[in-house]
């Protein structure tokens, strides 16, 4: 049988699109679990490999750079290849990647495999987003973009813990080879719901130099952009700084992870409930401001539990309200030019984590933990006006 290209339709069966989105949000927990893991278990890695925790955090930066460059880059080299293969091909190699990291002997080597493994992450996401504006009827489609990154939220609230509390009882070696089992259903998963032949646009370079030049598109990136690095600050961080805060036992890591998660799922779920009576950015506004607030109310009372917990909630609520927010603001703006400003928002979370990781180790080593989410607070209020100003040119 031929294959054909399969275009977006109007008439697209609601539960044939259900079933993309529930793929695809499973998928999402995969890849943010992954993503998410190395802040957990920073701690662990540092005492196993005896080094410092800002010499450990390269794990973080390193691959978030690769991650950075690899997602614009590897959308264009795979858009004329059908949306099965590259998204059951970028699990794929998630989970051999990290089977692969089980058996990494130093630093050196896990940072290297890791940062190849990681573009799996940096291929999916941005990928999945676009794929769903091929299936899902233009009606649907906004919804279903910020309801698949519920998967990230659930990996903050399951992944990201249990890799954090594995981490502490099996050893990080027994925490990647853990994940590398979810992976692989992940794989078994898209490729049983996702049909062959289905192709969205080429990339072209012209597609990137036209993101270039739109105004409004360049705003938005840079809100994203601005908007990681002031997350990373702390978050790269978050095992010695829950240390530093309230205590260092890993049960505590992982109530706070929870905690964190938690909130993100519900900040995720009020996103894409609210998206389509107030818009994109005006989610992105409520849940950049949630964030500061979140970080500086850390930052002031964070060594009390009841204000650990307001801290982190309101930190926790705003993340992927705010990423999930950003791919549809995206859409909106230039619906043409998706799959390219998807793929480049994508690089902007990535640079940011890297910005934000660098910076946070700066803190530490001239101010200590403390300062972090100050710091942090500084950079998002930052992003609350370059999103007023995205906005602006956006209407």
Excluded: K
């Excluded at 906004?142 to 990154?149: D, E, K, L, N």
């Excluded at 979810?182 to 049983?192: P, Y």
């Excluded at 260092?248 to 998206?275: C, D, E, Q, Y």
Aim: charge should be positive.
């Amino acid at each position: 049988m031929s294959e054909q290209t399969i275009t977006p339709a109007p008439e697209s069966n609601a539960a044939s699109e259900r079933s993309y989105v529930r793929a695809f949000l499973f998928g999402n927990f995969v890849i943010g679990t992954g993503v998410m893991m190395a802040p957990g278990l920073l701690v662990v890695l540092s005492n196993d490999f005896a080094t410092t925790v800002p010499q450990t955090a390269l794990l973080i930066t390193v691959a978030a750079v690769v991650m950075c460059f690899g997602s614009p880059i590897l959308a264009t080299l795979t858009s004329r290849i059908d949306r099965r293969t590259v998204l059951a091909g970028s699990l794929a190699l998630y989970a051999v990647g990290h089977a692969l990291c089980v058996f990494a002997p130093n630093l050196s080597s896990l940072i290297a495999l890791r940062s190849v493994t990681l573009l799996g992450a940096a291929v999916f996401t941005p990928q999945a987003a676009a794929t769903l504006g091929l299936v899902v009827a233009p009606e649907r489609r906004a919804g279903a973009i910020t309801a698949i990154f519920l998967g990230w939220s659930v990996a903050s609230v399951a992944g990201s813990p249990i890799s954090a509390w594995l981490g502490a009882h099996i050893g990080w070696r027994g925490t990647f080879g853990a994940f590398t089992v979810l992976s692989v259903i992940a794989v078994a998963w898209t490729l049983r719901v996702v049909p062959r032949g289905l192709h969205g646009a080429s990339l072209s370079r012209d597609a990137w130099g036209r993101v270039f030049q739109h105004p409004a598109l360049v705003a938005i990136l840079l809100v994203t952009a601005a908007s990681a690095s002031g997350q990373f600050i702390t978050f790269a961080y978050i095992a010695p700084f829950v240390g530093f805060t309230l205590d260092r036992s890993p049960n505590t890591l992982s109530m706070a992870l929870v905690l964190f998660g938690v909130a993100g799922v519900i900040g995720n779920v009020w996103a894409t409930r609210r998206i389509g009576r107030v818009g994109a950015a005006s989610n992105v506004r409520v849940s950049l401001i949630a964030m500061a607030a979140g970080m500086v109310t850390l930052a002031t009372v964070g060594s009390w539990w009841a204000g650990f917990i307001v801290g982190a909630l309101a930190w926790g609520a705003g993340v992927f309200a705010n990423n999930s927010s950003q791919q549809a603001r995206l859409v909106a703006a230039s619906p043409e030019l998706a799959g390219a400003s998807i793929a480049l928002n994508t690089s902007m979370i990535y640079l940011g984590q890297a910005i934000g990781t660098s910076v946070g180790g700066a803190v530490i080593a001239s101010a200590g933990y403390g300062w972090l989410p100050v710091v942090g607070a500084l950079v998002l209020i930052a992003a609350v006006a370059l999103s007023a100003r995205a906005t602006r040119r956006t209407s």
